[in-house]
């Protein structure tokens, strides 16, 4: 079975300007999170859907938004790039809201120059 | 105070010996606790879960919940080259973690000397 598929694996952006990420869950999963990782630090939760809904939304701007799609997968956007958001940003999946665990895709890593 | 800490490392230890990496968390509400392995330029992989105190064991690791000192930690036995990694220490609400909301630490780089 394929794992958590992210598209693009990398990107090269320039400030202001507003990039989208995509993400297939596990076949069968419903929930999809996304995460920004700073080099040197751990993940940060960002969002996270459910049967299309928003069930949680972390620290971060308004720039930052996401959907998910009626066959689960998801993207994020987020507009007005600036340099700090150079990241690995990681979806991962889980097949429901609550019990069992999340998987990771490989990550879209983003640079904003 | 950092909800989830870890201690940086690097973390150096010999082929064969036991590596031991420690976490903290601040939150008393929290219920369940993972160990994330990350190379570098990879994405994280789950190694452990532990919801319940005390030791869970799965193969070579080990990992240990104390709730009452907000204290988790893996034991990696008979440590391997291969091991040779980030580890990062996450924190969630729920049992399981699937609402998303895990809290991952700094990570704990490990290098395993052969």
């Known amino acids: 079975d394929a794992g958590v598929t992210q598209s693009p694996t990398h990107l090269i952006k320039t400030r202001g300007q507003q990039v989208t990420l995509r993400c297939s869950p596990i076949s069968g999963h419903k929930s999809v999170s996304w995460y920004q990782q700073v080099l040197g630090q751990g993940p940060q939760f960002i969002f996270q859907y459910y049967e299309k809904e928003e069930r949680g939304r972390g620290n971060f701007p308004d720039r930052f938004s996401a959907r998910q799609f009626p066959n689960y997968s998801s993207e994020l956007n987020v507009n007005a790039l600036l340099l700090g958001d150079s990241a690995l940003y990681l979806c991962?999946?889980?097949?429901?809201?609550?019990?069992?665990?999340?998987?990771f895709g490989e990550g879209s890593w983003l640079t904003v120059v | 105070q950092k909800e989830v800490e870890q201690n940086s490392g690097p973390l150096s230890v010999p082929e064969g010996a036991i590596a031991s990496l420690n976490c903290t968390y601040s939150?008393?509400?929290?219920?369940?606790f993972f160990w994330y392995r990350q190379y570098s330029g990879k994405s994280p992989e789950l190694i452990m879960f532990?919801?319940?105190?005390g030791d869970k064991e799965d193969g070579r690791f080990t990992a240990q919940l104390n709730k009452a000192s907000q204290y988790v930690s893996l034991l990696i036995r008979d440590s391997q080259p291969s091991d040779s990694a980030t580890y990062l220490c996450?924190?969630?609400?729920?049992?399981?973690?699937?609402?998303?909301?895990?809290?991952f630490g700094k990570g704990t780089k490990l290098s395993v000397k052969p």
């Open positions: 991962a999946s889980s097949s429901g809201v609550f019990g069992n665990t999340i998987y």
């Open positions: 532990i919801y319940s105190n």
């Open positions: 996450a924190v969630a609400k729920d049992y399981g973690g699937s609402q998303g909301n895990l809290i």
């Open positions: 939150d008393r509400g929290s219920q369940s």
